[in-house]
């Protein structure tokens, strides 16, 4: 480990495999992502296999479906995927929706109209007597559960955390 | 002279021309099939009673009659995605395959981007390039909710590219693309159905500078391409000095030809003399796509291969 190596929140490294190879203080491992993934949603443990993990930013964790020589200075690679700067690691709402669909665990399925609300931005109070944290909140369309987005149980209450971008008003199903 | 009867005498009927042009588009999605089957979406559809009409020439493209495309589940789930008919062409054309390495020179704000990593299967290395950094925020917003990872962003003047931030020269970098489109900046007057003030800032002075632009991007991307690899040059154009006349111009300057493609939507060959100047004969390979040849917005597409 080199003693002072810092985040460089201009460009982009890719994730070290384990903390042997970590040269950055804190910074997540390859390993350390995937296991949370698999292990808090239940997905298959070869998911991730072939993408490569990278930070940009401190904390923030992007998931690349090729590899590129590291460091690059360049404006995206692949998808923001995890926040790993708070005590508790936030997934985000678009790798929830590409990558959600597998999980078996920590998955908040919403009746059609509390699903409307959530989508909207809405906190809630739905039935749920698992794990709080970071849910996977989902609903059923077209013959399968589909994830929405990214849920905050706490204190039996459901906080949207959909970004403003991606939120939406659609009109109930009737 | 409006822009449209400067080149009515290209048009092979010009009653239907300027009446395609005088009606508005229909709202039309693409099936986004990094995260849902054609199937899938056109169930999700029917649960919630929205109308569409598939494109008799693609599954995946569907007219929504009565329905804009941003306020239904599809949508939220990154399933569909808006984008005019016509402009599904070119990606097509350029036809990626899985694990290619792909450069979309002119990327912003992502609909063909996102349809050729989806061409990919999300798989290899996709090159999305802008040179408008405000504009990349668009595309990256797009590429997310559509579940892209494949997608590299850059912020670079397409005219002198660099694949150094993609480690050319470097183990696993790249070195050359397998493939490279440019929809290139052009004057837009293909698309009067959709953005009626598009004729505003028409200029005959911005048609000529915005070819030479036309012509720098294309040879940097004969230039980044492989040997053998294939180059689409795109534009909502309907001036020859942006399409047939670009093309003239990087086949003297660069080692490619064009090549015949088999096109899903109809058109008319392209141009080989207009005003007094005289293009390749070759450049009659490419397609123009007036508005009333499949209800559509005008477009040009030609498809290019670097010399071995």
Known sequence: MTDGATNDGQRFDRLPSTADDREVVGRATRSEVIEWWVDRFGLPADTFEGYTFWEKGAGKI????????????????????????????KPTTNAVQRFGREATRNVLVLDPDEAVRFLAGEDLEPAWDGDWGYLIVAHEIAGGVEPIGVGLYVHDELRSVIPKGRRASLAPPE | MTPLE??????????????????PLPSVVRVNTIKATVERVREALDEEGITYDPADWHPGVLRLPEDSPGRNWPHAHGWIHGQEEVSNLPALVLDPQPGDRVWDACAAPGSKTTQLAALMEDSGV????????????????????????????????????????????QEGGVNAFDAALVDA?????????????????WSLDHVHSVAGVQKGILRRAIQATRPGGTVVYSTCTFAPEENEAVLDHVLDAEPCRIVDFDA?????????????????????????????????????????????
């Not at chain 2, 400067?6 to 009606?23: G, K, M, P, Q, T």
């Not at chain 2, 590299?152 to 931030?165: C, I």
């Not at chain 2, 390979?285 to 291969?305: M, Q, S, V, W």
């Open chain 2, 126 to 169: 996709l090159v999305g390039n802008d040179n408008n950094l405000g504009r990349l925020s668009a595309l990256r917003h797009n590429a997310e909710r559509l579940g892209v990872t494949n997608l590299v962003v850059t912020n670079q003047d397409a005219r002198n590219f660099s694949l150094k931030p993609l480690g050319e020269g």
């Open chain 2, 185 to 201: 900046p052009c004057s837009c007057e293909g698309t009067i159905r959709k953005n009626p003030d598009a004729f505003d800032t």
């Open chain 2, 6 to 23: 400067r080149y009515e005498s290209l048009v092979d009927d010009v009653e239907a021309f300027r009446a395609a042009c005088d009606r």
């Open chain 2, 264 to 308: 899903p939507l109809d058109g008319v060959p392209g141009v080989t003399e207009w005003e007094g100047e005289e293009y390749d004969p070759s450049v009659e390979k490419a397609l123009r796509i007036y508005p009333h040849h499949n209800d559509t917005g005008g477009f040009f597409c030609a498809k290019l291969e670097v010399a071995e």
């Open chain 1, 62 to 89: 992007w998931i690349f479906a090729g590899d590129v020589p590291s460091p690059t200075d360049v404006e995206g690679l692949g998808m923001t995927f995890l926040r790993t700067r708070q005590e508790h690691w």
